[in-house]
């Protein structure tokens, strides 16, 4: 199993990325993959997941409404479009594969039911 994250970088406040993770050595529609951060002296944050099965999507509270996961199984590729993005978003992103449970969906934001971890992405927001 591999991922690749892509996408990061230095953005203005109220700007936008689009993250993106690529897959393999899996079959894509039998997982979750979930979108976590973390910044310097915090705990891992789980952003985002979504469920490759059926469509479904998890959102933390604090991404609500400018952050948007969608999946293309054509390309084995997860992406996360961040807008209105604000400087205490600013982390390294991680995405994460986790085989599909009723625990993982129950806490997608977990990042303990996720089995594969990508090296993750520089996300910076200056204000």
């Known amino acids: 199993v591999q991922l690749v994250e892509s996408g990061g970088g230095l953005v203005q406040a109220g700007g936008s990325l689009r993250l993106s993770c690529a897959v393999s050595?899996?079959?894509?529609?039998?997982?979750?993959i979930g979108w976590f951060r973390q910044a310097p002296g915090k705990e891992r944050e789980g952003v985002s997941c979504i469920n490759n099965s059926d469509g479904s999507t998890y959102y933390a509270d604090s991404v609500k409404g400018r952050f948007t996961i969608s999946s293309d199984s054509a390309k084995n590729t997860v992406y996360l479009q961040m807008n209105s993005l604000k400087p205490e978003d600013t982390a390294v992103y991680y995405c994460a594969v986790g085989v599909l449970s009723t625990e993982l969906m129950s806490r997608p934001n977990h990042w303990t039911y996720y089995d594969y971890w990508g090296q993750g992405t520089q996300v910076t927001v200056s204000s």
């Open positions: 050595g899996f079959t894509f529609d039998d997982f979750a």
